[in-house]
């Protein structure tokens, strides 16, 4: 350009005869902003990655679509081996007695625009685990639930935690006290 800056052009030329009809279309902002949506695509999708949460998106029918290294971890399972199955048949329920029907409700009350919030006790593959899960609607720009969301923290450490305090506690409030 005059000022001295670059345009990108896409060009587009038709033969007739015997000479070329040449048009330009200027495509520097177009080529700019999916450069920068591709920057933001690329940074959400390592927040969601690196997250500590387990953390997933499922279809409103409750085929999961994607899941975090966090929460596969937690099954010891890659992508493949669970996007595409209902959420509630996934290995992180289906090794606990009764928790794919519990999951399902608690799914279909999410699917409906609630928050379903729970503590789930898991038997998972690496054995079992504690977590505080919530489902809740994700809005698409339309205002319409497009998906739903799962997020969980493993809290298992804190309630064996709290477990051995009450029992330090009991243990204390049971035994004989000396006096001064």
């Known amino acids: 350009?005059?000022?001295?800056?670059?345009?990108?052009?896409?060009?587009?030329?038709?033969?007739?005869?015997?000479r070329f009809y040449c048009s330009a279309r200027d495509v520097t902002a177009h080529r700019m902003a999916?450069?920068?949506l591709a920057e933001?695509?690329?940074?959400?999708?390592?927040?969601?990655?690196?997250?500590?949460?387990?953390?997933?998106?499922?279809?409103?029918?409750?085929?999961?679509?994607?899941?975090?290294q966090t929460a596969l971890a937690m099954i010891k399972a890659s992508r493949e081996h669970v996007v595409g199955m209902a959420f509630w048949d996934?290995?992180?329920?289906?090794?606990?007695?009764?928790?794919?029907?519990?999951?399902?409700?608690q799914f279909m009350r999410a699917a409906a625009g609630e928050?379903?919030?729970?503590?789930v006790?898991?038997?998972?593959?690496?054995g079992p685990r504690v977590l505080d899960l919530s489902l809740r609607p994700f809005r698409g720009g339309d205002g319409h639930i497009s998906w739903v969301v799962q997020e969980a923290i493993d809290i298992t450490r804190r309630r064996h935690?709290?477990?051995?305090?009450?029992?330090t506690a009991a243990v204390m409030a049971a035994s004989p006290r000396s006096a001064p």
Do not use: K
């Not at 935690?161 to 029992?167: D, F, I, N």
């Open 1 to 18: 350009t005059r000022d001295g800056g670059y345009r990108t052009l896409s060009w587009v030329a038709t033969p007739q005869e015997g």
């Open 34 to 36: 999916v450069a920068a």
């Open 40 to 68: 933001s695509q690329a940074q959400l999708r390592n927040l969601f990655e690196t997250s500590f949460q387990l953390q997933g998106m499922c279809a409103l029918d409750g085929t999961l679509m994607d899941a975090n």
């Open 90 to 105: 996934t290995p992180w329920f289906t090794g606990t007695p009764g928790m794919p029907e519990r999951i399902h409700r």
């Open 115 to 119: 928050v379903a919030h729970d503590e």
């Open 121 to 126: 006790e898991l038997e998972l593959p690496g």
């Open 161 to 167: 935690a709290e477990q051995a305090l009450r029992q």
